[in-house]
Nanobody
């Protein structure tokens, strides 16, 4: 299974972007998935997660109310809708597949990672 993240770019503060994460190969819908981000000089941190069936989602406090995670099973794709973007959201965003049916917040719970897509928010 390979994950391909896309949708990053340059946006002004207050703007929106939608990230996509397409899975290819021998995919499974039995695993949770998540988004992480890594700002320059900082550790990779959890942003949002979604359970295998899409019923349960979780968010970092810093993005609650602004970001929405979803997944489209027919297309083997996960999304991250990002609204009201702030300069501090600037980072490389990575999608990942959890080893479990739910999506935890720890990076060590994820077994497969996409290559990352850069989001830059200007002030």
């Amino acid at each position: 299974v390979q994950l391909q993240a896309s949708g990053g770019g340059l946006v002004q503060a207050g703007g929106s972007l939608r990230l996509s994460c397409a899975a290819s190969g021998r995919t499974s819908s039995n695993n949770g998935m998540g988004w992480f981000r890594q700002a320059p000089g900082k550790e990779r941190v959890f942003v949002a997660g979604i359970s295998w069936n899409g019923r349960y989602t979780s968010y970092a406090d810093s993005v609650k109310g602004r970001f929405t995670i979803s997944r489209e099973y027919a297309a083997n794709t996960m999304y991250l809708q990002m609204n009201s973007l702030k300069p501090e959201d600037t980072a490389v965003y990575y999608c990942a597949t959890s080893r479990q049916a739910v999506a935890g917040t720890g990076a060590d719970q994820y077994i497969r990672w996409g290559q990352g897509t850069l989001v830059t928010v200007s002030s």
